[in-house]
Nanobody, 121 residues
Framework: QVQLVESGGGLVQAGGSLRLSCAGS????????MGWFRQAPGKEREIVAV???????YYVDSVKGRFTISRDNAKSTVYLSMNSLKPTDTAVYYC???????????????WGQGTQVTVSS
C-alpha cells in the first residue's frame, strides 16, 4: 500500500514557476512508476509527466521544455518543476503510482488527493 500526498500548488502569474512535491509512504518507492496528472474544470484528466525507473521520463507535448519530473528515492518523493507557466496550465494536479513500468496510459494503482495550481494572466 502506498499513500501519496501532494504539496506546492498555489496561485502564480503567467510566466512564473512552481514546484510540486509528492511524498510517498510505504516501502519500495524506487520500484514505482510515478506519474503527474492534471484535471482542469470541465475537462478530462490528462497525463502530464511520468518517471519510470530512476531517470526515464515522458512528457505530454504541451509541457515539454517547461516542466521537469524528478524523483528522490531516499526521500520517497517525486517532484514536478513547472516553469513558464501559462493560464492553460491551471488545473488540479495529482500524482499517482504503479509498479508496472512504462509510459502507457494504463491504470495507476495509487493516487494523491491533488493540489490546485492556478495561473493568472
Amino acid at each position: 500500500q502506498v499513500q501519496l500526498v501532494e504539496s506546492g500548488g498555489g496561485l502564480v502569474q503567467a510566466g512564473g514557476s512552481l514546484r510540486l512535491s509528492c511524498a510517498g509512504s510505504g516501502r519500495r518507492f524506487s520500484s514505482y512508476t510515478m506519474g503527474w496528472f492534471r484535471q482542469a474544470p470541465g475537462k478530462e484528466r490528462e497525463i502530464v509527466a511520468v518517471i519510470s525507473g530512476p531517470v526515464s521520463t515522458y512528457y505530454v507535448d504541451s509541457v515539454k521544455g517547461r516542466f521537469t519530473i524528478s524523483r528522490d528515492n531516499a526521500k520517497s518523493t517525486v517532484y514536478l518543476s513547472m516553469n513558464s507557466l501559462k493560464p492553460t496550465d491551471t488545473a488540479v494536479y495529482y500524482c499517482a503510482a504503479r509498479l508496472r513500468p512504462g509510459f502507457d496510459s494504463g491504470t495507476y494503482d495509487y493516487w494523491g488527493q491533488g493540489t490546485q495550481v492556478t495561473v493568472s494572466s
